[in-house]
């Protein structure tokens, strides 16, 4: 899960302080651009092919998380 | 199906399509096979072939081959050249869309997209321009796309792709044209299939197709004239199909 924090963090060359709880329309870098780097992320880091319009339907970190939890 | 108002006969000629199982090769079998050609289907998928080919079995020879297994895909063609006779054609529709953005760049994933869309379509042109697998004068046609005219974010490998496509295609049309052999790209916009699904979500993509997202379909009609003799004046050109998205 640390791992999987950093790991978006890093895509999304954030400042601003993320955790699980956290709601992405707070992140000021969570726009368009980040669900298609998402599911790309996801793929190469993870091996999860993963479907952008599921991606933008996530509110949360977690619900990201569980994307890639594939839960 | 509509009737359509312009029919093709391709009877008698034979060609062979690159990722036959699925869009817009798919398409372009189905048409050939039902315009009386004899075409040699080409995919890694099998169970998708093997349903396309029950379509039309008189008509659609299949091979599950990786086109970017060049011995493979030589000795599936010189297969069916043996059985069939020499290719009157080839379509290169064979390739892959992955995002690619610069916040999650994948050098692998954008390496294979080329191998698979570019350097695949080279060698593809290469064996079918071989005098023991063709005919005199044959007709060629490989997949570019409206991304190598207009950017769109994600998609730098695929449009990088795409342009090369075009470019590497105008210098064989030169290369081949003494022996009487014609190459063309055709461009289309984002047309539905399972590669773009994802991309299609866009609205904003969407909306900027004034006649909406493409069908297969919309785009093979091109693609059969590009092959017949009425377009035997043309090639080492480039044909947009998009549904008005670059206007």
Known sequence: MEKFLQDLIDMLDSETHITMNSYLSDIEE??????????AMADINYGKKLVATDIRKAQTVQNLYNFIAGE | MKMAEVTFDFSGKKFIVTGASSGMGRQITRELALAGAEVLAIARRLPELKELQAEYPEHITIASVDVTDYNGVEKALSAFVQEKGKLHGSIHAAGILTFTPLRAFDEIQA?????????????????????????????????????????????????????????????????????????????????????????????????????????????????????????????????????????
């Open chain 2, 111 to 247: 390496k294979k997209m080329m191998d698979i869309s570019f350097w695949a379509g080279i060698n593809l042109l290469q064996v079918v321009t071989k005098k023991k697998y063709s005919v005199e004068s044959t007709s060629h046609v490989q997949f570019s796309s409206v991304s190598a005219w207009k950017g769109q974010k994600g998609l730098s490998a695929y449009s990088a792709t795409k342009g090369a496509a075009q470019a590497g295609m105008r210098s064989i049309a030169k290369e081949i044209a003494e022996r009487g052999h014609r190459v063309n790209v055709v461009s289309p916009g984002w047309v539905n299939t399972d590669m773009t699904r994802d991309l299609l979500t866009n609205d904003t993509i969407a909306k900027e197709h004034l006649l909406g997202i493409g069908k297969p379909e919309d785009v093979s009609g091109m693609v059969l004239f590009l092959l017949s003799d009425r377009a035997q004046w043309i090639t080492g050109a480039d044909f947009v199909v998009d549904g008005g998205y670059l206007a």
């Open chain 1, 30 to 39: 969570w726009d368009s651009l980040s669900v298609i780097s998402f599911v």
